[in-house]
């Protein structure tokens, strides 16, 4: 028989379903929630709470959807310090310093990526994240994106091919789209369920772009890209034209990229979800995106903490939606809700059935209501609203990931 718990005497529980509570959080005070194995299996008034096997006392505390971070580049080896001490020195950032680490990602052997990759997923699942995607992007050969992807899958929820994010040194450009599009595509393609640009002066243009995205499609893989980071261009549009399931960074967006953006969720499409990734803004002394222009034009909106060790050496999805409120001027409820469910709207998780990177069927995540997978986080505090109220501060006093207690 599954066993069952019930975490009970929750203050304030944001289900992110507006048929459960109140306002865009789907907020119930005095509230339960029971877990049957790995799924959601009651929400509702404490008062009315069936038995289960096991209880869990919240004391009054904040409860909420796991975060589920949607950017990270987590296989890595190496160090850029004294890149960072140089940027906060004056220098500005250049996407030259992914070649640092991919010569020392290339260096290493399988275990040393495999134990990096753990230690930050470990990091982040202690910060509430149950949910991540990560990138390769830092082998650019054959041999060295196939293992990047091999490795990712062994912790992460989602894989996404990165080959796209620089030129190596070394390569000619037309070569190297070869085999981006041809070779390492196909040697990437069972493991991983996405394929990425990074669309930027310095890495690829508009035409090489849509010939990856293209590819990438012929495939059957879903697409995202990397855009307007590093100044104005064409990849927030070509993210829209193309049906990407996101379009991350976005820190130079002209009004028709707004619009497009918000117009591709109109009639009732599924449209390109626009990521945010305030750490790195920060990190890289680069303009905020415009988060609430976004969310006022009508944009899906998500936030994610870019995990990498160039531009925004963080996990923390917590520093992320405090940046977003005190800094980007969304509400509490919006940078949570666009932390949870805008991360699973971005990587296609809000319906039964998304399949893991080791072949298992999961339940949606980014929302707490029945049938979903058992993702929450109890704050150490009254109301998510402490998670802006007091920035810097470590929040999280229990996390449950699939119906397991991790913290
Ligand atoms: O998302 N924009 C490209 N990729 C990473 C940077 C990676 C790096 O500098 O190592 C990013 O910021």
Redesign the pocket.
Known sequence: MTRTLLIDNIGELTTNDESLGDGLGGRLADAAVVFEGNRVAWVGPASQAPAADDRFDAAGRAVLPGWVDS?T?MV?AGD?TAEFEARMAGES?A?G??N??VDATRAATDEALAANLGRLVAEARRDGTTTMETKT??GLTVADEERSARVAALHADAVTF?GA?VVPAGAGPADYLDLVTGEMLDAVAPLVSAVDV?C?TG?FDEAQTRRILESASAKGLATRV?GN?LGHGPGARLAVEHGSLSV??LGFLTDADIEALAGSWAHGERGTVATV?PA?DLS?RMPLAPARQLLDAGAQLAIAS?C?????YTSSMGFCVATAVLQMGLTVQEAVRAATLGGATALGMTEDGWVDPRGTRQPRVGTLGVGARADLQLLDAPSVTHLAYRPGMRLTGAVWRAGERLV
């Open positions: 950017h580049h890595f850029r950032y996407a310093g992914i640092v680490t992007g830092y990165l994010h990074f930027e890495a990397h980071q991350d960074h990734l790195c890289t870019n990498n060790p160039g531009t925004s």
